[in-house]
């Protein structure tokens, strides 16, 4: 399994973050690698949610939410022929807006295994770019909380 986390301020409310980011489909405004993305239960999204997604350079993926506490903390699974990534965003605020701290496990299946690291490395770089777009997209204030 390859593991990372990932730390950033956002300067705005922790609402206004949560709106933004565990809402997979928001990614589609700041993210010029996602590809599509559709929600396949019904609103609002909470636990259990299910959407498909995919971002270039990817397989499809079956996403589940696996929490979802506004505005504290989410977490989402993927799944595709590849493998299984689980994710969680947790929020805090800060005297200047909220801190994100970002973690991602990361499990490939069959003979891709022996990559993981070498994928972890590339989704990495990927997930700190975009986490860097929806930095940018909050604060300019697209989001309402």
Excluded: C
């Amino acid at each position: 399994m390859a593991r990372f986390r990932n730390e950033i301020e956002i300067l705005a409310p922790p609402e206004a973050v949560f709106d933004a980011l565990s809402d997979q489909r928001n990614e589609m405004n700041w993210s010029p690698k996602m590809r599509s993305v559709e929600l396949l239960s019904s609103e609002p999204i909470t636990v259990g949610s299910r959407l498909h997604a995919r971002w270039a350079g990817t397989p499809n993926n079956a996403v589940v939410y696996t929490e979802y506490t506004r505005p504290r903390r989410w977490a989402m699974r993927f799944t595709s022929w590849m493998g299984v990534i689980e994710t969680s965003g947790e929020l805090t605020p800060t005297v200047a807006g909220t801190k994100l701290v970002s973690t991602w496990n990361m499990r490939l299946r069959g003979p891709l295994r022996p990559l993981s690291a070498l994928v972890a490395r590339g989704i990495r770089k990927d997930v700190v770019e975009s986490i860097r777009q929806a930095k940018r997209y909050v604060e300019q204030g697209r989001v309402a909380s």
